[in-house]
Every structure is written in C-alpha cells, then in structure tokens.
C-alpha cells in the first residue's frame, strides 16, 4: 500500500484515543467545543462508510472518566478497550483489533486522540516501529494537546517520522470522493451541515436560496416586515 494511495472505505480503519473529560479539560491547542465536535464528525463519517473503529480509554475510573457519551452514541455496540499505559499500542487487545483489521486490507489507520504528544505520539511512533506496513493517518482538529506548542511539536515529530496529518473533513470527503456515489450522498450532506461549520451553512444556503428546497426544519410563521411608525 503506498501514502499515494488515498484514503477509501475499503483501506482504512478508525481509532479514537482517550476521548475522556479529564483529558479534555488539559486540552488548550484547539477549542474544546470544536474538539468534540470534530470527534464526533468523523465518527459519524466512519459510521456512514462502514469503517472499523477501535475505541481505548486509559484509567476510566480513577481518572479520565467515561468517553464522550456523544461519541459512544454513533457506535453503542462496540467494545471499549480499557488501558493503564499512556501508549495504546502497550496493550495487547488495542494491537488485535487493528492487526483484524488490517488483515482485510485496512492499513491505513486514522487516528484522532488525546493528547496529541503523548498518547497518539507515542502509539503511532511504536505501531510504525513494530508494523512497518501500517499507515498512520493523524487527524490534527479532532485531536488536542496540552498548549498550542505541544500539539504542533507533537504533529512536527510525527510528520518527521513519516506519519500524515490530516482533518477530519479531509477524511470525510476521501470517504465519499465522488457526489456520483449516491448510496452516501445524503448522509454526508447530512453530517457537514451539522459538523462542517461555514460549509454546511453554505449547503443549506444552496438547497433553500438556489434550488429552491425546503428548509430543514419547521418553525412559525415569518411575520413582517412591520416598520415602526
């Protein structure tokens, strides 16, 4: 598989990192809002195109308490993977699911975790190391360090090692690739008007102003205007 290659359903796998509170709360390299957010875009895209997502949370009970509980609604059937060490690839459930995956060609592996310089640093640095075939995709806005240096440090020392930043929009439309494929179309259009800021707001400008479409909600009636005398 070569990094020319871009990401598709079919080659590619999903790992959420720690997207727990109490590693939210030292997060100061993105908006927390945004963050999640943009967590839970790119988990719904991953739902959308039927890619496999590993889930791993580190010292649940005694630290960072429970993952999004928006996240774990877009996939409320799959295992969480527990862990004490920092480094997600340390823990030997965290290496079978990807391994499962990637033998049926998914070796590209999108990461989205906290914090970016240590818990994805340290398991993308280790998982390149140990399986020189996998690809490491890093989503840089549905991920968050400690201060704005950390995290752009953390992305430089990544990068140099041969791992690739990405957005999770950025993945989201590789997924989708052609507005031909109508099987998602609806559903991605669906997830970027409630995820993609200014883009979707754009859409909805579109379908209602250009195309003439109904809006997306109902509401009262428009009165006015009614200049004051």
Same mark, same amino acid.
Request: with cysteine; hydrophobic share 40%; charged share 20%.
């Given at each position: ?8 359903? @079919?080659n /590619?796998?999903?790992?959420f990192?720690d997207?727990?509170? !109490?590693m ?16 839970v875009?790119?988990?719904? =895209? =991953?739902?959308i ?11 649940t009970?005694?630290f960072s ?7 774990? =609604? ?5 295992d969480i ?7 997600s690839?340390?823990? !030997?459930n965290?290496?079978d699911?990807?391994?499962?995956? *990637?033998?049926?060609?998914r070796?590209k ?14 398991f993308?640095?280790?998982a390149? &190391? ?5 690809? %490491?995709?890093?989503? *840089?806005?549905?991920s968050?360090?400690? /201060?704005?240096? @950390? &995290?752009?440090?953390? $992305?430089? +020392?990544?990068?140099?090692?041969? %791992?690739?930043?990405?957005?999770w929009? !950025? ?5 989708? +690739? ?8 609806? *559903?991605?259009?669906?997830l970027?008007?409630? &995820? /993609?800021?200014?883009?979707? $707001?754009?859409i909805d400008y ?6 003439? =479409?109904?809006? +997306?909600v109902? &509401?009262?009636k428009? %009165?006015?205007p009614n200049?004051?005398?």
């Open positions: 598989m070569s990094k020319l290659e871009v990401l598709t359903p @079919a /590619s796998q999903l790992i990192i997207q727990q509170p !109490q939210a709360f030292g997060v100061q390299s993105i908006d927390r809002q945004t963050l999640k957010n943009n967590v875009g790119l988990a719904k =895209a =991953a739902k195109f039927n890619v496999p997502t590993t889930i791993t949370t580190v010292e009970q005694s308490g429970n993952t999004f509980p928006e996240l774990l =609604a877009v996939f409320p059937e799959d993977l527990e862990r004490t060490s920092m480094n690839w340390d823990d !030997q965290v290496r699911a990807l391994a499962k995956n *990637a033998a049926n060609g070796k592996i999108v990461v989205s975790g906290l914090w970016t310089e240590v818990c994805n640093t340290t993308a640095l280790s390149l &190391h140990d399986v020189p075939d996998y690809e %490491i995709y890093m989503v *840089a806005d549905a968050g360090g400690t /201060s704005v240096d @950390a &995290h752009k440090y953390a $992305m430089d +020392r990544m990068v140099q090692a041969g %791992i690739i930043p990405v957005t929009q !950025q993945v989201l439309l590789e997924w989708q +690739r052609d507005w031909a494929r109508r099987e998602t179309y609806e *559903a991605v259009t669906t970027v008007k409630e &995820h /993609s800021g200014a883009y979707g $707001m754009g579109a379908y209602t102003m250009v195309h003439d =479409a109904e809006e +997306r109902k &509401h009262g428009r %009165i006015g200049p004051a005398k």
